[in-house]
């Protein structure tokens, strides 16, 4: 019963699920139940992100929080009236939010989220929902009475399907950037960078590993989900993401979403920018489907070199000093290209002051079961509320290994 | 564990060789503009040759490898370790114990990075009865003073701690401790013996945060306030350094206050040296009547050394021609200066005269031996290094029962940093300060409007027959002779009065030109001011501290803030605090206005800065003034101070640090109106 509807909510088209495998089999043994919830990720404008933060204390659930930052386009006219435009990267400090929440109650804490912050004016921030499956001690909860109170009507907002969550995790410094700039050239959607480490090449060499940078800097986007695969393949390309150790793609499923289409700042032209107006039609239309691009073929040649489809990604959020075993435990079952960074949470219930990471990692499906297995050996979901294990499916992934 | 993979010997010694490349790049890119600039102003605006040129070189060498290793170490050692601690430390015990570690980690910083030595310098020519308090704080109390600016930083760790702990806001401090300290600085200011030591106590502030300390404690309070249930905010680890600034002033200021009652009053040189006094100036030397001869000759002047004798010439004379001749009393009454230099810099005419039989020059101090300078900087090194380290792990390991996380990386940080510690200091000392040295004795001629003494040369066999007559367009007579040396003839005016019939002896006194005629000292003033500008600038773009501040700027907002922008704007306002500082020097402007103007634009930037910034700012003042600055300012000062005879170089190094903290506001609030924009210019539509 209940998989029918996990085939509905992740796509009818899709025969298979590697994330609905990996629940199954650990349904069937029994150890560790896994709970279908829906994660909610908020990034927000930093203004915004004290209200927010207030909002979700008050929601009683277990937020994680990680710093980012959102890059703009400054369109500025040539000085002394020479024409032409000047095109600048603008920074804005940005704060994503991670919470999950019983599937049932996502549309209400999405709609009183986007009413409370604005978010459907552009330019202040992204929300979007997932469904997936979480293993931890205790299934999420949440304020059901604070949640009622909040509950608003919002009309005017339409929600997007067929929604696309593009991570890109890259090894060179800078090139965040220029990824950065390529995705606003395209205009897919305002990039959301945030930093991480990656250990896996490190943690395999001895001393001389401290030769080689840890630090990644990911790239997060949204974007319609046919053209995904095509973006996908387009950034690739421009970032070299062919040659080894550069980095690599992988993108997640979106149930319902809000995209922060505030691209270009200044320099308007029209009564309404380009993004008003595909905001517009977006909104009427309720999906994305009618912005098939058709620049974003791409060359066919190289294409689906480097694509593997069929992935899951898995998460674990754990405490830090558990990570180096953890992510071992990944690496002697073949997973690698583990992506951690730093997460603060704010719980209803203070357990204690601890350091938390979250580590992101995209595997085969064949070798999703394995990788859930061990993890959930080693964490410490048994006995208490701290370790979070998720697992989504991610159906393409661009990657060349090493 | 899992297995660890083998890199071919080829594959390895390209890995390495492309970081160590990357790191040194860096870091000669970060000293570049220092020394292109000290090289050009010494040769094309000071003409002035170099001075040990190969020397220099290898220590500016030195210094950017130094550097390097010194920045990566703190990258792979310190921080991490540091970080640890304050994660580990709120989850294991309260706060109580936070504190007191706090207040020994700020204490011990301290001591291991003696900023003492520093302050001496720029006190050096202080004199006992010009400002007796200033002196022997320095001096007799230098130990008390030490214990008080680490009691200062301690705690100023501790309430640092205590603010993450809690999750208290920084304005709030800041409005209450800052005020305090100026009206603290205020009442002192309003004592003869208080006021001078306001310098030494603002500065004191400004250097006891080293370039160990500074990382080891932003990676401390980043630790402790990631655990903190707070959630967001992006100042996490910021804060502490301003405190560290802060307390250390007020507890100078207050160490003064006491001691204040135990001193005899200022007085004049020859009141001070008159016999009947000794019994009076004794206490400034612990008793000691030999100490207070030594600092007639070696501080005061010959009006002071006269009235030391009381006014009794014979015995005056037999003083003077036995420091010539007996090698035991030069030491007695000269120290550890030379004869030589006592004479080109302290002595008197008359005292010249007396040992004109002497041949003297103010030639540059030899330069002390590589070997030397070197096991002076690795004890040094060690010190600020591994005490700190040890009480680290010390309290990770056996207090906290925690394992320290990639061993074998801690251990090559610690040592990358040691390495880094030492090559630095001495490269500092061989290199960056002694160009820096030569460059700021030079600069005082710029503004100069007299000759300067520079050395006298003892003619023999002089015979006014060799005499002859020159006329100026004017119509002047003057009288010239005609020296042969170095295998040229030139003619040199004649002075009778130096001209010993007797002996039949000529006393050539050789000055120096000032750089431009005595009209244009305003251009000689603006040039110094420019000059100076540079110079903080430039050095404070080497400074390891603040670029590891850099780094932790950058990497707490997601790069949202870069660190060249915060390294840039930084470096601009030190050498705006700089040119202010020097101005006090030239213009002898009082410290106290200075420091309450600067200090109360600071507060009302700060009201309208954002939380987050405000402390990222405050902060960066603290960390300027490291190893590469402080040389270089002191070196500035102390040049024109001792050339303006201005009794010390205090004061510099606080408009130093408090003049970042004003470009990093203003830079904070300017970038947060272009991202208000963003968001204001949706909620119109």
Same mark, same amino acid.
């Given at each position: 019963?209940?998989?029918?509807?996990?085939?509905?909510?992740?796509?009818?088209?899709?025969?298979?699920?590697?994330?609905?495998?990996?629940?199954?089999?650990?349904?069937?043994?029994?150890?560790?139940?896994?709970?279908?919830?829906?994660?909610?990720?908020?990034?927000?404008?930093?203004?915004? *992100?004290?209200?927010?933060? !207030?909002?979700?204390?008050?929601?009683?659930? !277990?937020?994680?929080?990680?710093?980012?930052?959102?890059?703009?386009?400054?369109?500025?006219?040539?000085?002394?009236?020479?024409?032409?435009?000047?095109?600048?990267?603008?920074?804005?400090?940005?704060?994503?939010?991670?919470?999950?929440?019983?599937?049932?109650?996502?549309?209400?804490?999405?709609?009183?989220?986007?009413?409370?912050?604005?978010?459907?004016?552009?330019?202040?921030?992204?929300?979007?929902?997932?469904?997936?499956?979480?293993?931890?001690?205790?299934?999420?909860?949440?304020?059901?009475?604070?949640?009622? =109170?909040?509950?608003?009507?919002?009309?005017?907002?339409?929600?997007?399907?067929?929604?696309?969550?593009?991570?890109?995790?890259?090894?060179?410094?800078?090139?965040?950037?220029?990824?950065?700039?390529?995705?606003?050239?395209?205009?897919?959607?305002?990039?959301?960078?945030?930093?991480?480490?990656?250990?896996?090449?490190?943690?395999?060499?001895?001393?001389?590993?401290?030769?080689?940078?840890?630090?990644?800097?990911?790239?997060?986007?949204?974007?319609?989900?046919?053209? =995904?695969?095509?973006?996908?393949?387009?950034?690739?390309?421009?970032?070299?993401?062919?040659?080894?150790?550069?980095?690599?793609?992988?993108?997640?499923?979106?149930?319902?979403?809000?995209?922060?289409?505030?691209?270009?700042?200044?320099?308007?032209?029209?009564?309404?920018?380009?993004?008003?107006?595909?905001?517009?039609?977006?909104?009427?239309?309720?999906?994305?489907?009618?912005?098939?691009?058709?620049?974003?073929?791409?060359?066919?040649?190289?294409?689906?070199?480097?694509?593997?489809?069929?992935?899951?990604?898995?998460?674990?959020?754990?405490?830090?000093?558990?990570?180096?075993?953890?992510?071992?435990?990944?690496?002697?079952?073949?997973?690698?290209?583990?992506?951690?960074?730093?997460?603060?949470?704010? *719980?209803?219930?203070?357990?204690?002051?601890? *350091?938390?990471?979250?580590?992101?990692? *995209?595997?085969?499906?064949?070798?999703? !079961?394995?990788?859930?297995?061990?993890?959930?050996?080693?964490?410490?979901?048994?006995?208490?509320?701290?370790?979070?294990?998720?697992?989504?499916?991610?159906?393409?992934?661009?990657?060349?290994?090493? | 564990?899992?297995?660890?993979?083998?890199?071919?010997?080829?594959?390895?010694?390209?890995?390495?060789?492309?970081?160590?490349?990357?790191?040194?790049?860096?870091?000669?890119?970060?000293?570049?503009?220092?020394?292109?600039?000290?090289?050009?102003?010494?040769?094309?605006?000071?003409?002035?040759?170099?001075?040990?040129?190969?020397?220099?070189?290898?220590?500016?060498?030195?210094?950017?490898?130094?550097?390097?290793?010194?920045?990566?170490?703190?990258?792979?050692?310190?921080?991490?370790?540091?970080?640890?601690?304050?994660?580990?430390?709120?989850?294991?015990?309260?706060?109580?114990?936070?504190?007191?570690?706090?207040?020994?980690?700020?204490?011990?910083?301290?001591?291991?990075?003696?900023?003492?030595?520093?302050?001496?310098?720029?006190?050096?020519?202080?004199?006992?009865?010009?400002?007796?308090?200033?002196?022997?704080?320095? +001096?007799?109390?230098?130990?008390?003073?030490?214990?008080?600016?680490?009691?200062?930083?301690?705690?100023?760790?501790? #309430?640092?701690?205590?603010?993450?702990?809690?999750?208290?806001?920084?304005? %709030?401090?800041?409005?209450?401790?800052?005020?305090?300290?100026?009206?603290?600085?205020?009442?002192?200011?309003?004592?003869?013996?208080?006021?001078?030591?306001?310098?030494?106590?603002?500065?004191?502030?400004?250097?006891?945060?080293? @370039?160990?300390?500074?990382?080891?404690?932003?990676?401390?309070?980043?630790?402790?306030?990631?655990?903190?249930?707070?959630?967001?905010?992006?100042?996490?680890?910021?804060?502490?350094?301003?405190?560290?600034?802060?307390?250390?002033?007020?507890?100078?200021?207050?160490?003064?206050?006491?001691?204040?009652?135990?001193?005899?009053?200022?007085?004049?040189?020859?009141?001070?040296?008159?016999?009947?006094?000794?019994?009076?100036?004794?206490?400034?030397?612990?008793?000691?009547?030999?100490?207070? @001869?030594?600092?007639?000759?070696?501080?005061?002047?010959?009006?002071?050394?006269?009235?030391?004798?009381?006014?009794?010439?014979?015995?005056?004379?037999?003083?003077? #021609?036995?420091? @010539?001749?007996?090698?035991?009393?030069?030491?007695?009454?000269?120290?550890?200066?030379?004869?030589?230099?006592?004479?080109?810099?302290?002595?008197?005419?008359?005292?010249?005269?007396?040992?004109?039989?002497?041949?003297?020059?103010?030639?540059?101090?030899?330069?002390?031996?590589?070997?030397?300078?070197?096991?002076?900087?690795?004890?040094?090194?060690?010190?600020?290094?591994?005490?700190?380290?040890?009480?680290?792990?010390?309290?990770?390991?056996?207090?906290?029962?925690?394992?320290?996380?990639?061993?074998?990386?801690?251990?090559?940080?610690?040592?990358?940093?040691?390495?880094?510690?030492?090559?630095?200091?001495?490269?500092?000392?061989?290199?960056?300060?002694?160009?820096?040295?030569?460059?700021?004795?030079?600069?005082?001629?710029?503004?100069?409007?007299?000759?300067?003494?520079?050395?006298?040369?003892?003619?023999?066999?002089?015979?006014?027959?060799?005499?002859?007559?020159?006329?100026?367009?004017?119509?002047?007579?003057?009288?010239?002779?005609?020296?042969?040396?170095?295998?040229?003839?030139?003619?040199?005016?004649?002075?009778?009065?130096?001209?010993?019939?007797?002996?039949?002896?000529?006393?050539?006194?050789?000055?120096?030109?000032? #750089?431009?005629?005595?009209?244009?000292?305003?251009?000689?003033?603006?040039?110094?001011?420019?000059?100076?500008?540079?110079?903080?600038?430039?050095?404070?773009?080497?400074?390891?501290?603040?670029?590891?501040?850099?780094?932790?700027?950058?990497?707490?907002?997601?790069?949202?803030?870069?660190?060249?922008?915060?390294?840039?704007?930084?470096?601009?306002?030190?050498?705006?605090?700089?040119?202010?500082?020097?101005?006090?020097?030239?213009?002898?402007?009082?410290?106290?206005?200075?420091?309450?103007?600067?200090?109360?634009?600071?507060?009302?930037?700060?009201?309208?800065?954002?939380?987050?910034?405000?402390?990222?700012?405050?902060?960066?003042?603290?960390?300027?003034?490291?190893?590469?600055?402080? %040389?270089?300012?002191?070196?500035?000062?102390?040049?024109?101070?001792?050339?303006?005879?201005?009794? +010390?170089?205090?004061?510099?190094?606080?408009?130093?640090?408090?003049?970042?903290?004003?470009?990093?506001?203003?830079?904070?609030?300017?970038?947060?109106?272009?991202?208000?924009?963003?968001?204001?210019?949706?909620?119109?539509?």
């Amino acid at each position: 019963m209940n998989d029918n509807i996990e085939m509905e909510k992740t796509g009818k088209n899709r025969a298979f699920s590697p994330s609905r495998t990996v629940w199954r089999t650990q349904m069937a043994k029994g150890i560790y139940t896994p709970h279908r919830v829906s994660l909610i990720t908020c990034m927000i404008n930093n203004d915004l *992100s004290a209200l927010l933060q !207030d909002f979700l204390t008050q929601l009683e659930v !277990d937020t994680y929080i990680e710093q980012a930052r959102n890059v703009r386009e400054l369109v500025k006219p040539l000085p002394f009236g020479i024409p032409g435009d000047t095109v600048q990267l603008r920074s804005t400090p940005s704060t994503i939010f991670r919470f999950t929440v019983p599937r049932e109650n996502v549309k209400d804490t999405i709609n009183a989220i986007i009413a409370l912050a604005g978010l459907n004016v552009p330019g202040r921030g992204t929300i979007f929902s997932q469904d997936l499956m979480e293993f931890s001690n205790q299934p999420p909860t949440i304020n059901l009475a604070f949640l009622e =109170s909040k509950k608003v009507d919002n009309e005017d907002v339409t929600l997007l399907n067929h929604l696309s969550y593009m991570i890109c995790v890259l090894s060179e410094n800078g090139e965040g950037d220029n990824l950065a700039k390529n995705a606003l050239d395209l205009g897919i959607c305002v990039p959301q960078l945030t930093n991480a480490t990656g250990n896996d090449i490190r943690d395999q060499l001895g001393l001389i590993r401290v030769t080689i940078p840890a630090e990644k800097e990911i790239v997060h986007l949204i974007m319609p989900e046919q053209d =995904s695969s095509s973006i996908a393949q387009l950034l690739a390309e421009q970032a070299k993401l062919d040659r080894p150790g550069r980095g690599f793609i992988y993108q997640t499923p979106i149930t319902v979403g809000l995209i922060d289409t505030y691209m270009k700042v200044g320099g308007q032209k029209f009564a309404a920018s380009m993004e008003q107006v595909i905001a517009a039609i977006d909104s009427l239309k309720g999906n994305t489907n009618w912005r098939r691009r058709l620049d974003a073929e791409g060359s066919a040649d190289s294409r689906n070199a480097c694509v593997h489809s069929d992935n899951c990604e898995v998460t674990i959020i754990s405490d830090e000093d558990r990570i180096d075993d953890l992510r071992a435990t990944c690496l002697n079952v073949g997973a690698t290209g583990a992506t951690t960074s730093r997460v603060t949470r704010i *719980s209803a219930s203070d357990r204690g002051k601890l *350091s938390l990471v979250r580590s992101a990692v *995209s595997i085969p499906a064949a070798m999703a !079961d394995t990788v859930v297995d061990s993890l959930l050996q080693i964490s410490t979901i048994d006995k208490e509320n701290v370790d979070k294990i998720k697992v989504l499916d991610s159906p393409s992934t661009y990657v060349r290994s090493l | 564990m899992m297995n660890r993979k083998r890199l071919p010997i080829g594959d390895s010694l390209a890995l390495i060789g492309g970081y160590a490349k990357s790191r040194i790049v860096g870091q000669i890119k970060s000293v570049a503009f220092i020394i292109l600039y000290l090289v050009f102003f010494q040769v094309a605006i000071l003409r002035t040759p170099l001075a040990n040129a190969l020397g220099t070189a290898g220590g500016i060498a030195l210094v950017v490898f130094g550097l390097a290793f010194f920045l990566e170490g703190l990258v792979l050692g310190m921080m991490p370790i540091g970080e640890r601690v304050g994660v580990k430390l709120p989850a294991k015990v309260g706060i109580v114990p936070i504190c007191i570690f706090g207040i020994i980690l700020g204490f011990g910083s301290t001591l291991a990075e003696p900023a003492i030595s520093s302050l001496k310098t720029a006190g050096a020519t202080i004199t006992a009865w010009d400002s007796p308090l200033l002196y022997m704080i320095l +001096d007799k109390y230098s130990g008390m003073l030490v214990n008080a600016v680490g009691a200062g930083v301690g705690l100023a760790v501790a #309430l640092g701690m205590c603010r993450f702990y809690y999750g208290w806001n920084i304005k %709030p401090i800041i409005f209450v401790v800052i005020p305090l300290v100026m009206a603290l600085t205020v009442y002192a200011s309003f004592n003869v013996n208080l006021s001078k030591i306001i310098g030494l106590a603002w500065d004191c502030g400004a250097v006891t945060t080293g @370039a160990v300390t500074v990382p080891l404690v932003l990676a401390l309070g980043i630790g402790v306030s990631r655990t903190a249930n707070k959630g967001s905010g992006n100042d996490g680890g910021f804060g502490i350094i301003m405190l560290a600034s802060a307390f250390p002033i007020a507890a100078v200021l207050g160490l003064g206050l006491y001691l204040n009652t135990l001193i005899p009053a200022a007085t004049t040189e020859e009141v001070f040296f008159a016999p009947e006094n000794k019994a009076v100036s004794a206490q400034l030397f612990n008793g000691n009547e030999a100490m207070i @001869a030594e600092h007639a000759f070696t501080h005061g002047s010959e009006k002071g050394r006269r009235a030391l004798f009381g006014n009794d010439s014979a015995k005056f004379n037999q003083t003077i #021609l036995a420091i @010539a001749n007996d090698e035991s009393v030069c030491r007695q009454y000269l120290g550890n200066q030379t004869l030589q230099d006592w004479l080109a810099h302290r002595a008197g005419d008359y005292e010249r005269g007396l040992l004109s039989s002497v041949e003297i020059s103010s030639e540059a101090p030899v330069t002390e031996p590589l070997s030397k300078t070197l096991k002076e900087e690795t004890a040094g090194g060690l010190r600020a290094v591994i005490p700190l380290t040890l009480l680290l792990i010390l309290v990770l390991t056996l207090f906290l029962r925690e394992k320290i996380r990639n061993k074998d990386e801690v251990a090559l940080g610690l040592g990358f940093t040691l390495i880094g510690m030492i090559l630095l200091t001495s490269g500092i000392k061989l290199g960056l300060g002694s160009l820096g040295g030569e460059v700021g004795a030079q600069l005082p001629k710029a503004f100069a409007s007299e000759e300067k003494f520079v050395e006298q040369v003892v003619i023999n066999n002089f015979d006014s027959t060799m005499l002859y007559s020159g006329i100026s367009p004017e119509g002047e007579n003057l009288t010239f002779f005609n020296l042969y040396e170095n295998g040229q003839v030139k003619p040199v005016e004649y002075n009778p009065d130096y001209y010993d019939s007797e002996k039949h002896t000529y006393t050539q006194i050789i000055t120096e030109k000032p #750089l431009f005629n005595s009209q244009l000292s305003v251009l000689g003033i603006v040039l110094v001011l420019l000059f100076a500008f540079g110079l903080g600038y430039g050095a404070t773009l080497a400074e390891p501290a603040l670029n590891a501040l850099g780094i932790t700027v950058e990497d707490l907002t997601v790069g949202a803030i870069k660190r060249k922008q915060i390294v840039q704007v930084v470096s601009v306002g030190v050498g705006m605090g700089i040119v202010l500082g020097l101005s006090r020097i030239l213009f002898d402007l009082p410290l106290v206005w200075l420091i309450i103007i600067s200090y109360g634009l600071l507060l009302i930037l700060t009201i309208f800065s954002e939380d987050g910034f405000a402390s990222i700012a405050w902060d960066s003042g603290g960390v300027t003034t490291g190893p590469v600055t402080v %040389p270089l300012v002191l070196a500035l000062g102390l040049g024109i101070g001792g050339a303006l005879n201005i009794s +010390d170089g205090f004061g510099i190094l606080a408009m130093a640090s408090a003049w970042p903290i004003i470009t990093v506001l203003v830079f904070g609030i300017f970038t947060r109106l272009k991202q208000r924009k963003t968001l204001k210019t949706n909620n119109n539509e």
